[in-house]
């Protein structure tokens, strides 16, 4: 009996690719595939796969937000995490919605394959790089308790949470009423205490930071 497959990733080449590499696998069926999270979760319970292959960020509704809804829609059908995303905040939070299994996009195909045969065997999966991932990030943490979070005031944490959220200097300055300089002023020393010299830097540490996610 052949391991029935669905594969979700809003990026076409990359799911095409995919589906045409692991058709050549006798023992895998390629039964549907889906481009954003809500797409996902409708075909998956109308198509009733052994495996969902997910990426993690997709539009309409994340693929962690659709695999804690499978979890629980379906919670026979298990779901593999397949994304480029290696921060320990998405590898935590897609195997608290119910993964499985959580793979990087540059894995081998024989990772891809042993991941597919023990999440399928009902077993859990992680690779050796998330695994490092995990660990170090744990290490980490034991060795400073302490957080960048508490060099920045109050203040500095609204306004860096804003310019993550994407918002502008006006209207960051209007909402906290305060003037554009001021925001400025702010964005500065925010820069300087955790060392972070672009606005994508800063929307980067916040998401690991949890301040805010890309499925809000």
Not at 175 to 198: A, C, D, M, P, R
Request: with cysteine; charged share 25%.
């Amino acid at each position: 009996m052949s391991i029935k497959i669905l594969i979700a990733d809003d990026h076409q080449l990359f799911r095409e690719g995919l589906i045409n590499l692991l058709s050549g696998n006798e023992e895998i069926e390629i039964v549907g595939q889906a481009d954003d999270g809500k797409q996902v979760i409708e075909k998956t319970l109308k198509l009733h796969p052994d495996i969902v292959i997910m990426d993690i960020v997709m539009p309409l509704i994340s693929g962690i937000e659709a695999t804690g809804i499978l979890s629980v829609e379906a919670p026979t059908i298990k779901v593999i995490g397949l994304t480029m995303h290696s921060e320990n905040h998405f590898i935590k939070r897609m195997l608290e919605a119910g993964a499985f299994a959580y793979l990087f996009k540059n894995c081998t195909y024989d990772e891809l394959i042993e991941a597919i045969n023990t999440v399928y065997a009902g077993k859990k999966y992680l690779s050796e790089m998330i695994t490092e991932v995990v660990i170090h990030d744990y290490i980490g943490k034991q060795k400073q308790p302490s957080s960048d979070d508490t060099k920045l005031s109050d203040r500095e944490m609204e306004v860096l949470k804003m310019i993550a959220e994407g918002k502008t200097s006006r209207e960051i300055a209007d909402l906290l009423f305060i003037s554009v300089k001021t925001v400025g002023t702010h964005k500065q020393h925010i820069s300087e205490k955790l060392n972070l010299n672009t606005t994508a830097d800063m929307v980067k540490y916040a998401l690991k930071k949890g301040l805010v996610s890309l499925w809000e």
